[in-house]
């Protein structure tokens, strides 16, 4: 299947691999989870993780990113003063340890479903064991590891608004007063005209899950409701950082 995406850079013809699937989605006009693993489960990521060889194919190639990008995003603002860190949906350890090389004073806990965490924990080198963490569970329904920073890479994208701002509350709640959360996304130019990786990633999320690619006003807005102020943005190479803080309490 071709697509045609007019950008900034003038008209471009890209071609994304789609399958069968992909097809009845359009035909359907809902995504089609539970077809595609026949299972009763809407969730993408439930269903993902209940195969080793997915969860092994999926992660490594989430990894790639971040020895790319990672210190774009990790350096985009100085965030030496927070001592304990989530990064909530980790994956594996892979941006953790970009982490703790640019804050060593750090901790980072990654939070993931099990079956996520068993393999990433396979997979961990234990040379930083003392400041990486893993703790299991789901962030929706269980509760989420104290920290001063919570970071969401390429989390909220795959989310509808009502499940951001849900899942944005919780990490407020949690979140010590002063502290902050660090969203990691491909974010839309305001006009929309790009860049042409998110449009890109756009129609990726919103056939496989109830997601989209947002803006940083559409970013700034689910922070606001959950709470977040003093939004402040980074552009990166391909990913970019919003990062919002939660007031300190002052008497
Ligand atoms: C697109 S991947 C991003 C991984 C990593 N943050 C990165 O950017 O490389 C989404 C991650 O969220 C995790 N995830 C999805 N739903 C979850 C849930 N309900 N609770 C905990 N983790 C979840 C997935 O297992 C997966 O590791």
């Not at 924990?121 to 590891?145: M, R």
């Not at 989390?155 to 944005?168: F, G, R, S, W």
């Not at 129609?203 to 496989?208: A, K, N």
Request: charged content about 25%.
């Amino acid at each position: 299947m071709y697509i045609v995406v007019h950008t900034t850079e003038g008209l471009k013809s890209i071609r994304i691999t789609l399958g069968n699937f992909h097809l009845f989605h359009f035909r359907e006009g809902k995504h089609q989870v539970q077809l595609m693993y026949g299972t009763s489960e809407k969730d993408i990521y439930k269903n993902l993780s209940s195969s080793k060889e997915d969860i092994e194919k999926f992660q490594s190639g989430m990894e790639d990113a971040w020895s790319l990008y990672g210190q774009d995003v990790i350096c985009a603002f100085d965030l030496s003063s927070f001592n304990r860190v989530c990064d909530v949906g980790g994956g594996s350890d892979a941006f953790a340890k970009q982490y703790i090389s640019c804050y060593p004073n750090s901790t980072v806990t990654i939070f993931d479903l099990p079956n996520v965490v068993e393999r990433a924990k396979k997979h961990f080198v234990p040379s930083e064991e003392d400041k990486i963490t893993f703790q299991s569970g789901d962030f929706f329904n269980d509760p989420i590891p104290e920290a001063d920073l919570y970071i969401l890479a390429r989390i909220l994208h795959n989310q509808d608004d009502e499940k951001c701002v849900a899942l944005l509350t919780k990490l407020h709640k949690a979140c010590k007063p002063g502290g902050g959360v660090l969203l990691v996304e491909t974010v839309l130019n305001e006009d929309r005209s790009g860049p042409l990786a998110a449009h890109i990633y756009s129609i990726l999320v919103m056939l496989d899950l109830e997601g989209k690619e947002r803006t940083l006003s559409e970013y700034s807005t689910l922070l606001g409701a959950a709470g977040f102020k003093d939004v402040q943005f980074k552009k990166g190479r391909h990913l970019d950082a919003v990062y919002g803080r939660k007031e300190n309490i002052s008497f």
